[in-house]
């Protein structure tokens, strides 16, 4: 489903050149739950921008579902981004003015690929789902972080996704929720949903199937959880 193929970024300021990805090549099968690690200026993050299309690589492939994501214009990545993957981020991103149903419904209204008349069933449905039927006309102000969160991975699947990249989605939550956003995430991995999350935390192996480390921007190890190397 994903393919990095000889992925470098350098970020270069004035007669300096920051090499923060170099010559990073795996591929993630569809329907595999992929963590990400390494410490801080690794690179995971990078990887994950780039994966989404927040940012763009110096040279290389990033092949996703037979796309070259890398030779998207802007227009075309924007469109490409709201149709094949929903983003969880760390500080939830949801929009303060309008109200959790609202939110949910909003990546529907702009895609246009819910037909009308289902979105407001499926909002519903999605909110059911991350326990949060109650809090639907409450402002995201109201709910506690982990609440949000919830919200926020409601969001992110609107469109009915295939691909789900969370970034640090628990950094944020006391470990009580931070179980709730991981079984939310391995029952949406059981479902059929490929995940891609970067993390620093050591104990989100829960519904995993394989990590790979990242340091000074290259890809150290990359092993499945229950056992074995990948390739």
């Known amino acids: 489903m994903i393919q990095f193929r000889n992925v470098n970024k350098i970020y270069r300021t004035g007669a300096n050149d920051y090499p923060v990805l170099k010559n990073v090549s795996f591929g993630i099968e569809k329907g595999e739950y992929v963590i990400i690690t390494g410490k801080s200026g690794s690179g995971k993050s990078t990887l994950l921008n780039i994966l989404t299309g927040v940012d763009n690589a110096s040279s290389g492939d990033v092949m996703v579902n037979g796309t070259n994501i890398l030779r998207l214009d802007e227009a075309q990545m924007t469109r490409w981004r709201g149709e094949n993957v929903g983003i969880v981020f760390q500080f939830f991103q949801l929009i303060p003015t309008l109200s959790v149903l609202e939110n949910i419904l909003l990546p529907m209204d702009l895609m246009n690929r819910i037909p009308q008349g289902k979105r407001m069933e499926r909002a519903k449905e999605l909110l059911a789902m991350v326990g949060l039927s109650g809090h639907a006309g409450k402002m995201p102000s109201a709910l506690s972080g982990g609440e949000q969160q919830r919200v926020a991975i409601a969001r992110a699947i609107a469109n009915n996704v295939e691909l ?48 790979i480390i990242v340091k000074d921007g290259e890809v150290l190890e990359d092993y499945l959880l229950k056992g074995g190397c990948v390739q």
Request: proline share 2%.
């Open 164 to 211: 789900i990249v969370a970034d640090e989605p628990t950094g944020n939550l006391d470990t009580k929720n931070a179980e709730m956003i991981f079984d939310i995430l391995s029952e949406l991995n059981k479902s059929g949903k490929t995940i891609v999350m970067v993390t620093h935390e050591k104990d989100t192996m829960k519904g995993a199937s394989r990590k």
